[in-house]
């Protein structure tokens, strides 16, 4: 099985559902909703700024295929779409990496409730939010990954 | 003097501190946060899934080069990107933009609240928050102009 860095974190390729050349997209260990997916750069960078010209356009480009899939998926009507890029921003993993969140009315009671959620999900040692098991995530990334084409990806 | 659609907006080009060959990037009327900007692609399509593959680079390219320069002049240290694509995630003006704020430490009590704020924000007609004037508004937007290569915009 091989795996990914994030960050410190390892992410096993069972949690992976989509592949490109320069990035992966996996399944999250504490979704703020069900869909919340992470897409990062392959090289572990911290900033957007440290991403270079095709990183940005795959990632983005990637961005677009997996939000139609887990927009229609999930039963959303629209897509949240954000990086919190650094520290000061919220960003807890010091690896660059893109929420890609479906959304649908009356999802939260608040629109904006969701971005608080990101923040504690993206701290995956956060105690406030119970973690899901391992073979849920692995079903998720199963079921996504029959949506695209991830030859390379190991399962 | 020339004009950009934003949505049912009309953005005045005093108003343009960044032009690629296919986005735009302005000064916001109601900031949530010194340096808060938007970049949208010139074309008004609502949707991020409704940008074709050039529009999708040229916009995160821009966005690199636009995170870069305000998080420097406006004494930040983070960034914050984020899209809302659709109704049900908080866009209320249906042509697809990318917010980019510059953040630092203690910008707002809680770093999440940025959020509500852009929501509101985002509503140009939204009573709750005073707009700037046009001339405070002229005035930033030729301050950014100097760091970009602007060659049509048209000042």
């Not at 990086?83 to 959304?103: F, K, S, Y």
């Not at 904006?112 to 995956?124: G, P």
């Amino acid at each position: 099985m091989s795996t990914y860095k994030f960050g410190q974190h390892i992410i096993h390729s069972s949690q992976v559902f989509f592949l490109s050349k320069q990035c992966f997209g996996f399944v999250n260990l504490k979704p703020v909703a069900a869909g919340h997916v992470l897409l990062a750069p392959i090289r572990l960078v911290q900033r957007y700024s440290d991403l270079n010209s095709d990183e940005v356009c795959d990632l983005f480009l990637s961005a677009q295929k997996i939000g139609k899939v887990i927009e229609r998926e999930y039963q959303g009507t629209s897509l949240t779409f954000a990086i919190q890029d650094g520290p000061e921003a919220g960003q807890t993993v010091p690896h660059c990496h893109l929420h890609i969140i479906p959304r649908k009315a009356g999802d939260w009671m608040n629109n904006d409730d969701i971005y608080t959620e990101i923040d504690k999900a993206s701290k995956v040692d956060n105690e406030e939010r119970t973690p899901r098991s391992f073979e849920e995530m692995e079903k998720e990334a199963k079921y996504l990954r029959q949506f695209f084409n991830n030859d390379n990806v190991k399962n």
